[in-house]
């Protein structure tokens, strides 16, 4: 479950939070996963990077958030908990997340 101290109400506000909220079970690949976070922090109103660090109560930098968000390879679980923190995710919206992580992981995900 993500820990931190959350996106306070106003944060959640903007974007386009109206449409569609990006769904994770929609990526085929790592890249496509990244680019479905993307949407997400868009949808949640577009923190930026040093608010999601704060959000997530510094579990996560700001460098580390740019660096996920900006590569094409799927992020590791804490940083991916971190992330759903930082948007104001919830237990359910952690749930969904990983279990399309652990989809796109595969078997590495089992053996560690």
Not at 11 to 25: F, I, M, S, W, Y
Not at 82 to 107: M, S
């Amino acid at each position: 479950m993500p820990v931190g101290r959350g996106v306070p109400a106003a944060a959640g506000t903007g974007g386009d939070r109206e449409g569609r909220r990006p769904d994770p079970q929609e990526a085929a690949t790592p890249a496509e996963f990244v680019a479905v976070m993307r949407r997400y922090r868009a949808w949640v109103g577009s923190p930026s990077y040093a608010q999601m660090q704060f959000y997530c109560g510094g579990v996560c930098s700001a460098a580390g958030f740019r660096a996920a968000l900006t590569d094409c390879r799927l992020p590791c679980l804490p940083l991916l908990s971190a992330f759903i923190t930082a948007c104001g995710g919830g237990e359910a919206e952690y749930r969904r997340w990983v279990a399309a992580w652990q989809r796109l992981n595969g078997p590495s995900f089992l053996t560690g």
